[in-house]
Every structure is written in structure tokens, then in C-alpha cells.
């Protein structure tokens, strides 16, 4: 199909379940999520050592904000979703369905090194700068496990050069005469891309600058997930029609612009 005589290029889920495992299936979220961690864990830990970082004060730390920020994930999700929930409460452990806000994982993570860092007598800003580098490209791979879940899309997209279709089932009410979709999840994909190839680069000049690696990282996910939020058609509210991710991205920003412009 030609959009105005551009090829219109169209994605379309297999399905949420990657291959089973005798009587255990194993879904694509899943993987992905995996995967990300893995690799960002692997970045991470390259620059632990070039920075000549402890490593088992690392390996820690990372198990910290692992546990953590599964843990608030789901809970910020569950808080927020609450009126579904309390008549599902055995689905609130499922992680692997889905459902879980990279917002409260941020602050999961955030909580968990701030602990670990206190025990262990570490620096905080050390350690979390490296792990904020890693961050954005480990999301920007997880976020593909919405595309296998259906999840995680925009509005449709009636006259646009790539879109997403989306079966029945899981259109929103609204939509559900309408196939094709914004795909919310590959826009952030590609601008957590860009974050972590722009912190990446920056990341040897401005180490001697403890926090502004992280603090740069909150502010430029919070810019793209703002206005993100203003296309998705799954957000969650607060006071009637107010995205609650725009309220949080607000705030955050706020946050992170105080803090840099207190370290200059």
C-alpha cells in the first residue's frame, strides 16, 4: 500500500507467547524485559570496571534495584489500575501479563540504591550515573514486549507512513472499528535509543560531575514520555482526564532541572 507515494510500513504482533515449555509458556514480554536488563547490566559493568568501580558493591547494587524495581513497577501500576484490581487480586503477581510503570521502576530502582548505598557506605551518585546510562537502552529494548502484547499503542493512525495493527480484542472501546494504531511503544523505543547513545558519549565528560548523568536522564525521559502521553490511548488518569505520566514527568523534570542547575 502507498501513502502518498511513500510505502506505508505495517506491524503486526505474532502474538504474545514466544514457545512453550512443556506445560510453561513463555511469553515475548518476558524475554524482552530479560534482555534489556542483560545487556544494560553488561554496559553498566563495562564502565564500573574502566572506572575501576568495586564490583561486588556493583553486582549488589544491581540486585537491589532489580528487586526493588520489579517490586514498584507493579505496585505503582496496581495502585493506579486499582479499580480493576481489587476484583483480580490474584492477578497483581503476574508480572509476565504485563502491566508495570517504568515510572514507579525508576523510583523502585531509585529507592533501592539509595538503601544499598547507604549500608554499604558507597556513593550513591557513582554508581547510579553508570546505571543511568545503561538505563534508557535497556527500556528502549523491553519496550518491545508491548508490540507482542498489543499494549503500549497510540492513537489511529489513519495517514501515517508506519502503523500498528491491533487485533479486536484489544482495542480501546472507542476504537473498536478502527485496525491501525500509532505505535506508541517503537516512538519511545527509538528516543531511548537516543538517550542512551547521547549519555553514552557524554558519559567521560562529565563523570567528574557526579549525579549530572542521572539528573540528565531524568530530564530527558520525562521530555519524551510528556509528550508521549498526549498520543497513547492506554494512559492512566488522575483528576478526570489528566495523564498521570505527564503529571509524574512534570514534577520529575522539575526535580531534575533544580538539581542541575544547583550542581553548576
Known sequence: MMLNNLPVITLSSPGPIAFQ?????IRWYGIFIALG????YFIAETLAKKN???LNSFSNLIFFILIFSIIFARLYFVFLSWDYFKSHINEIPKIWLGGQSIHGG????VIGALIYSKIS????????DIIAVAAPLGQAIGRWGNFFNNEAFGKPAYDWIIRLYIPFEFRPEQ?????YFHPAFLYESFFDLLIFIF???KYFTWKEKPGKIFWTYLLCYSVIRFFLEFLRVDSLYIF????VAQVVSVLVLVLALVFLLRSK
Open 21 to 25: 515449555f512443556f506445560n510453561l509458556s
Open 37 to 40: 536488563f542483560l545487556i544494560g
Open 52 to 54: 575501576n568501580l568495586n
Open 106 to 109: 525508576i523510583l523502585g530502582a
Open 121 to 128: 557506605k558507597i556513593s550513591f551518585y557513582k554508581y547510579i
Open 175 to 179: 476504537f473498536l472499528n478502527v485496525e
Open 199 to 201: 549519555l553514552y558519549n
Open 240 to 243: 478526570g482526564n489528566i495523564p
